[in-house]
C-alpha cells in the first residue's frame, strides 16, 4: 500500500530551527509539496520538490531525496504564528496526491 | 478574488438526512475536489472533476455524489447521513495544463459536519 509517514508533534522554540521529516512508499512519484495548516483554518501550499535537491523559500525550504524516499521541512527563524500543522503529500504514478496525517508544530516563547 | 468558497462553514445532521455542501470558485480552475479531514488522518479524496461535466470517484466515495455543470461550481450531495461521515469537508480546486509544472491545491475554508 501507499504510504506518507511524518511526526504527530514537534516543539520548537521562538527564534530557532526545525526539521520536519517525511517519508513516502508510493507507487510511482510525481512530486512531493508541503503545505501549512493553522488549526481550523484550510490548508494552504508552501513548496513542491520533484527533482533531488533544496528549494528554498524565505525561512522555508524543502529538501528531497527520491533514492531514499524521504523528504524534510526546514523553517528558520520561528515565528509563534509558525504554529501549525505541515502537510506532506505525494503524487503518485496516477497523478494522485497522498497525504500525510500532519506534523503538529507547537512554538514556545 | 474571493478564490474557493465554501458553504455551510458547520452542520449538524440527524442519521438519515440529506444535505448538499456547496463549492464555487473563480479563479477558472478546470480541476475541483472533494477531500475530508479526520483527526489523525490524512486528507481523504472523495471526488474530484477535471473539467464541466466531467467527474470521477477519488478514494472514498461510497455515501455521496457529485455533479460539475459549470467550471465553477462543485457541490457535494450527502444522502442518507451517517456518523461516520461527521468529519471536516474541504474543497479545492487546481488549474492544470500545458506551462503548468505542478498543480498548487487552493482550498476552500472548509466545513465542519457532524452526524448524530
Known amino acids: 500500500g501507499q504510504n506518507i509517514d511524518q511526526p504527530t508533534e514537534m516543539t520548537a522554540t521562538e527564534g530557532a530551527i526545525v526539521q520536519i521529516n517525511c517519508t513516502y512508499q508510493?507507487?510511482?512519484?510525481?512530486?512531493l509539496f508541503w503545505y501549512q495548516q493553522h488549526a481550523g483554518e484550510a490548508p494552504t501550499f508552501l513548496s513542491y520538490?520533484?527533482l533531488d535537491g533544496l528549494e528554498e523559500k524565505g525561512r522555508f525550504s524543502s529538501l528531497l531525496s527520491r533514492s531514499k524516499g524521504y523528504s524534510y521541512l526546514l523553517l528558520k527563524e520561528l515565528q509563534m504564528k509558525d504554529s501549525a500543522s505541515y502537510l506532506c503529500?505525494?503524487?503518485?504514478?496516477?497523478?494522485?496526491?497522498?497525504w500525510g496525517a500532519g506534523t503538529k508544530l507547537i512554538i514556545k516563547p | 478574488n474571493a478564490g474557493v468558497t465554501q458553504t455551510p462553514k458547520f452542520r449538524i445532521l440527524k442519521i438519515g438526512q440529506s444535505m448538499t455542501l456547496q463549492c464555487t470558485q473563480d479563479?477558472?480552475?478546470?480541476?475541483m475536489y472533494w477531500y475530508r479531514q479526520d483527526p489523525g488522518m490524512g486528507l481523504k479524496l472523495i471526488y474530484y472533476?477535471?473539467?464541466?461535466?466531467?467527474?470521477d470517484k477519488g478514494e472514498v466515495p461510497n455515501g455521496y455524489n457529485v455533479s460539475r455543470s459549470t467550471t465553477e461550481d462543485f457541490p457535494l450531495r450527502l444522502e442518507l447521513a451517517a456518523p461516520s461521515q461527521t468529519s471536516v469537508y474541504f474543497c479545492?480546486?487546481?488549474?492544470?495544463?500545458?506551462?503548468?509544472?505542478?498543480?498548487?491545491?487552493?482550498f476552500g475554508s472548509g466545513t465542519q459536519l457532524s452526524v448524530l
Open positions: 479545492a480546486s487546481s488549474y492544470e495544463g500545458q506551462g503548468t509544472r505542478y498543480e498548487k491545491l487552493f
Open positions: 479563479m477558472n480552475h478546470n480541476y
Open positions: 472533476s477535471v473539467g464541466a461535466g466531467i467527474t
Open positions: 508510493t507507487s510511482g512519484f510525481n512530486g
Open positions: 520538490n520533484v
Open positions: 503529500a505525494v503524487r503518485d504514478s496516477n497523478y494522485q496526491l497522498i
